[in-house]
């Protein structure tokens, strides 16, 4: 099968022919119709990621047919149209019994624990507990979409956060994950402030829904937000992942307010300094959000087929792997290879010119 392929971290990014895994005990191959072009993946090609070995290929947002089913899968068959959260978890664990798989200790992630999806095939694990059947409605654009930065920012908003009708909620960055937050929390009946200093990614934060844009480069944000407000936001959002989006986003808070922490924040001791004075008086709760779990798809699924949600207007467009080669490598230090949108790749698109054998 052709894939993204590379042998070291910040390396050569290659289209290759490598050989197409089998179904593994409990799971399932499938054939990659759509996968999602995220930042995670960069940070797993510059060897951000612990879990990654190489060589490898990246890729964790997808959906596809099921072509081969493993000894043991009893709910889907050959054929089947399906998609998967970016975190599969054992089935086992006490927390995967309490419908928290996100969390799984044991838990696997296609494009970092195993290869993944910037290739034409991808095997998954325990695919009965982690397959979603995907409805015809959606297709498989949308549904690489919803993989990781929807799905993260609709368990964050709805479950962590728990926001409500009426209230303020303040969203630090308006990438693919700050879009997702701003179409989810408008649906949950919030008022959003989007905060960017890309004119582009705030005029289509305007677009899907923000009643405010500002652009923190020649604004200040959290004077601005005070001013709105009154007395500060009810939930606020990094979604860009960033000593500086954390710590204005906890500051933006009125007291008792909710910091929900959805862009990673990878320094290189692991640590990020934050306003913790702030938290404790005001009594802040701060919350991360890593994924969601198959048993939760459901209820976002409903919305996106009732159109209440509509994750296909954050689509910029859908390249080949030959392009997202070039856009996965524009993609650190926040500038993405399309400024506040989603691109999805298709590996069928490949052009056979640009590959390689091996």
Known sequence: MRAIHFTQFAGELTIK?????????????????????CRSDWHAWMGHDSD???????????????????????KFKVGDRVTVPFV???GKCQYCTSGNAQVCPTQTQPGFTQWGSYAEYVSIQNADFNLIALPDAI???????LG???ATAFRGLTARAKVQPGEWVAIFGCGG?????IMIAKALGAQVIAIDISLVALAKATQIGADVTINSSTNDALAQILEITGDGADVAVDALGSQMTSSQSILSLRRRGRHLQLGLLL?????????????????????????MAAEDYPQMLEMVESGILRPDLLVERTV???????????MGEGSGAVVGGITIIDPTSIERTRSTTG
């Open 17 to 37: 022919d490598v050989p197409t895994p089998t179904a593994p005990t409990n799971g399932v191959l499938i054939e990659v119709k759509a996968t999602g072009l």
């Open 52 to 74: 990654v070995v190489l060589p490898h290929v990246p890729g964790h947002e997808l959906a596809g047919i099921v072509s081969e089913i493993g000894t043991g899968v009893t």
């Open 88 to 90: 599969n978890g054992c």
């Open 139 to 145: 297709s498989f654009s949308t549904a690489a979409a």
């Open 148 to 150: 990781c930065r929807f």
């Open 177 to 181: 994950v700050g879009q997702s937050a």
């Open 267 to 291: 320094t290189p001791d692991g640590l990020t300094p934050e306003p913790m004075g702030r938290a404790i008086a005001y009594e802040l709760d701060l919350l991360g959000s890593h994924g």
């Open 320 to 330: 080949d792997l030959a392009r997202a080669i070039t856009d996965l490598m524009t």
